[in-house]
């Protein structure tokens, strides 16, 4: 499916919420797997923090998974003014969650950046809490909102169109979560799909809140479709 | 100040949120002290959790600090039907969270009971993540709603009430914490008075939902006001 887009002259860009790891990797993982794919057409939320720090002069204590580490490698953290938050796993420990807490309660006003509100995810040993069950330990501690830049947040899909070059009305999103895809890529006025595969259930169909413009059974069938109304 | 109340043939309850220690051992230190109190004197949120466990039968999976375990130690925790959650501190890894996390999105009706839901608390060497912060992290990753049986549940005072064997109209409470002792009190019809040491905070004194009945600079001053009144 992806031959045929990039045949087909559209553009393509990967929205993840990797946070596991740095782009360079995840697309090192997608070769691998035989996915023509380049780190320019990936957006993912560590790029898009760094890009946030910069643009607001804030200077980050990282608490994030150990391979994420080298995406903030040009960012200053000395005398931080700010908590990142990402899905750090093992580095998840009570010591590392008192510090960071300890450095937002400190602060004036304090400012937490967290690189998603994911609540958990499967792994093949079984079922692990997600960032955004830390974002909210932390948040409550702190009586503060965290400022989230990975999927569903707007300025996520804003960065990724402004890396296609194309407005959101030419754009269309192919997803399996019903709400950091489909409903995240609505609210910045793309088109969205919803694939019946992956994170897809059937009670997806029964949102409360978000409706998908079409559901497609898979990636390709959404490719079919594209290409058709072209 | 205890002795005069005790002398003046008042009953006398402690009310505790502590979760780190039996009641035993709190008596123990509290003794050490010269404060001559018993066990049974003392509510405190883990016999509390006990009650409603084994009312409603009830099996936990214990998330709590090792000195409490004794407390559960009649209970029945085969086969855990729900999850309970005290301020576990060292216990508190992402193992453990985890594992609390898996037994609870697994249950049909996730069952959390909580032993309170402080946001920090501070010890000699730095500030700390309270129970409360991990039971909001819970609460959002399972979508569930967590039942704290600690201060200011309702149930937690109506339970003090009941082992004076006293109506709320004829007990008042002392307290240092608006929200926690005073307007947990209240609510319960009883009267409370906030002491002027400890954790309060002048800000305290326009807080927009609790106004305690009166206050006092100290615990000696409001022993003096309830013996005056008698």
Chains 1, 2 share one sequence.
Do not use: W
């Amino acid at each position: 499916s992806l031959h045929r887009i990039k045949a087909s002259g559209l553009k393509l860009q990967l929205c993840t919420n990797e946070t596991q790891a740095t782009r360079e990797n995840f697309v090192r993982k997608l070769r691998a797997m035989g996915f023509d794919v380049s780190v320019a057409q990936v957006t993912a939320p560590a790029p898009a923090a760094c890009r946030l720090l910069r643009e607001r002069g804030l200077r980050p204590h990282l608490l994030v998974h150990d391979d994420l580490v080298p995406e903030f490698a040009e960012i200053n953290k000395t005398n931080p003014n700010c908590v990142v938050l990402g899905d750090a796993a093992e580095n998840f420990t009570y010591a590392n969650l008192n510090e960071a807490f300890r450095l937002l309660i400190g602060m004036e006003k304090p400012v937490l950046i967290s690189l998603g509100k994911g609540r958990y995810y499967k792994e093949t040993d079984g079922l692990k809490l997600d960032v955004g069950a830390y974002m909210k330990a932390l948040e409550y501690a702190c009586d503060v909102q965290a400022e989230v830049v990975g999927k569903p947040a707007k300025r996520f899909f804003e960065s990724a169109l402004a890396e296609l070059g194309v407005p959101p009305e030419q754009a269309i999103m192919i997803g399996d979560d019903i709400v950091n895809d489909v409903g995240g890529a609505q609210q910045c006025g793309m088109r969205a799909l919803q694939v019946r595969t992956g994170k897809y259930r059937p009670s997806d169909e029964n949102h409360p809140e978000v409706k998908p413009d079409a559901y497609v059974n898979n990636l390709a069938e959404a490719v079919d479709i594209i290409l058709q109304e072209l």
